[in-house]
């Protein structure tokens, strides 16, 4: 996709780089605008081989980047939607989005019985296929 003219000799060359492409207009810009979102995808992936020596794949990286690109664009491309409405849910179409490949997403919810001082929460993890890949249900 981007090919580098010269080898990167640190970390601030290689930032320096990504970040000059922000500017070039011979890229698309859905993909300048994935630019951030890759790099920090790049990090994630640097630390998670450091950490727990997993190494990610390329593609699902540059996907996810192209994804969660496009879902900030969307969800700020709206001049009439302000943020305490973006916060209750206004504005945003009401169908559940599936996570990017690789990814799960996590729904969350809890509740409190305040005449019997109980509470409880629970968590479901799927994947882009909408298969439930995690559970948890907690009362106390």
Not at 16 to 33: C, D, H, M, N, T
Request: charged share 25%.
């Amino acid at each position: 996709m981007f090919h580098q003219q010269q080898a990167v000799k640190s970390v601030a060359e290689y930032m320096e780089y990504f970040l000059g492409l922000l500017e070039r207009g011979s890229i698309p810009v859905a993909y300048r605008q994935a630019i951030p979102w890759l790099l920090w995808g790049i990090w994630k992936q640097h630390n998670a081989k450091m950490y727990t020596g997993t190494i990610g794949d390329a593609d699902i990286l540059i996907a996810q980047a192209l994804e969660e690109a496009g879902e900030w664009k969307r969800l700020n491309s709206s001049e009439t939607v302000t943020a305490s409405q973006r916060l209750n849910g206004i504005g945003l179409d009401k169908k559940r989005r599936r996570p990017p490949t690789g990814l799960l997403k996590c729904n969350v919810n809890s509740s409190w019985i305040n005449s019997s001082r109980m509470c409880g929460g629970s968590w479901i993890g799927r994947d882009h296929r909408g298969e439930v890949k995690c559970v948890e249900v907690r009362r106390a």
